[in-house]
Every structure is written in structure tokens, then in C-alpha cells.
């Protein structure tokens, strides 16, 4: 008992911190299975047990660890140019956001992250100079700087890599689990410089990224199972629900 009181943080219970790790894990298989959600649903529930101010920083180091998982298992299936074009975007977006650690207007941001969703996965193809480096570097700007704020972000560059790669349900996976690393990554830099004590939740974050880890693993053996017409169906679904779900947040 003493050792997990040593791991664990005393702002949460043992049995909260236990069905957290739990979360991890099944959060990550789903990413990794349909492609998307289980950054969302993560969020959704660490609402429910992590205070506050601490939600987006650990949320954050968990997602960076769960997607940087995905990207090694998947690394085969990486797009070098396109990361390459939107890590410097999410380097500035952060460095932006570092300077305007304020309260935003949350309900605006998130009916525009479900616009750009749903135009992006119903609306015509985006042209191809959107895709390119330049449209690269400035998505990755701008999801990274409203990452700091509201965390919602993941569906907003999901839709963005499926543009990317339309049709191919692991260069889909592996490319938003790279891209989602580069984005959270700053976040550590960000939130430690504003004093966030990251130390305090060390050993719940390491044994959740673990767990997110094996859910990435069992998450990605079902995605094999999968034909690229069936993910792209139901990557979809997810997203538009997603999106509906920024947008009820908005207006209720």
C-alpha cells in the first residue's frame, strides 16, 4: 500500500487512478482500431476525476505517449514530408499560445473545430495547395495553439491527415498518431514553464502510458481485420459524431 501511495497521486484515490489506467488502455485501442475517439473519450472521463487545472497538461503527456506508441508500431506507413511540414507549425503554434495562457471564448472554438470537421469529411476535396507544405504548416499552427486551450483538437487533425491519405487505413492511423506526438509534445514545455509540477503525477502518467501502449497493440491487431472501405465508413461516423458532440458542448 505504501509503494502505490508513492506512485500514485493523493489529489485521487487508488481506485480512481486504477480505473485511469484502465481508461488508457481502451482509449488507445480504440484510436488505433477505427483511427480516431479515444483521445476524446479520455478527455471525457479524466473530466470526471482530475481537477481542473490539471486535466489538459496530463492529458497531454498521456496522449503523447499513447500516440508516439502508435507511430513506432506503425512507422513503415510514416509520411516524412508531411511531418516535416507540420512539426515547425506546431513548434510556433505552441510558442503562440505559451504568450496567451488566457481563458478563450471555448464555445466559439469548438463549433469552428466542428465546422472543419464535417467540411472535411463531407465537403468537397481540399485543393491540393491546403494539403501541401504550406497548408501542412499552417493546420499545424493553428491546431496547436487551440490544443492549449480546449484539447479537442485530435478529430480537427484526424479529418486533415484522412484528406492526406484517403483509402489507406494504416497510413491514416500511423501519420495522426506522428502529428498528434509533435502536437503534444510542446505541451510539456508550455505548461512546465507556467508551473505545472509535472512530478507530482509521475507514476499514474507512466503506468497509463504504459497501458496505452497495449491498448495501441491490441488496437492495431483489429485494425489489421479491417478492409480499408470498412475504416474509411466508420472513421467517418466517428468523426461526424465527434463533431456533433463540439457542437452540443457549444450550445448547451
Known sequence: MSLLTNIFPEQLTHLTSWLL??????????????????GVLLL????????PAAIIPLHGMVQLGSNANRALMTWRHLDWKLLAAFTPGAVLGAWLASLF???????????????????????????????????????AGITT????FVGATGPLV??????????DRFRIVANFAALMSVQHLPKAVVFGAAGFVFVDW???LLLMILAGALGTWVGLKLLARQSNDNF?????????LLALRLIWQALV
Open 101 to 139: 495562457l488566457v481563458q478563450l471564448p471555448t464555445q466559439l472554438l469548438q463549433l469552428c473545430i466542428a465546422g472543419f470537421i464535417l467540411f472535411l469529411c463531407w465537403g468537397p476535396k481540399v485543393p491540393p495547395l491546403a494539403l501541401g507544405r504550406l497548408g501542412s504548416f499552417v493546420a
Open 232 to 240: 474509411g465508413r466508420w472513421f467517418n461516423i466517428l468523426l461526424t
Open 158 to 167: 484526424a479529418a486533415f491527415v484522412k484528406q492526406q491519405h484517403q483509402g
Open 44 to 51: 471525457a472521463i479524466m473530466a470526471l476525476a482530475v481537477p
Open 145 to 148: 495553439f487551440i490544443s492549449m
Open 202 to 204: 509521475l507514476g499514474l
Open 21 to 38: 489506467i484502465l481508461a488508457a488502455g481502451a482509449t488507445s485501442a480504440v484510436t488505433a482500431a477505427l483511427g480516431v475517439g479515444g
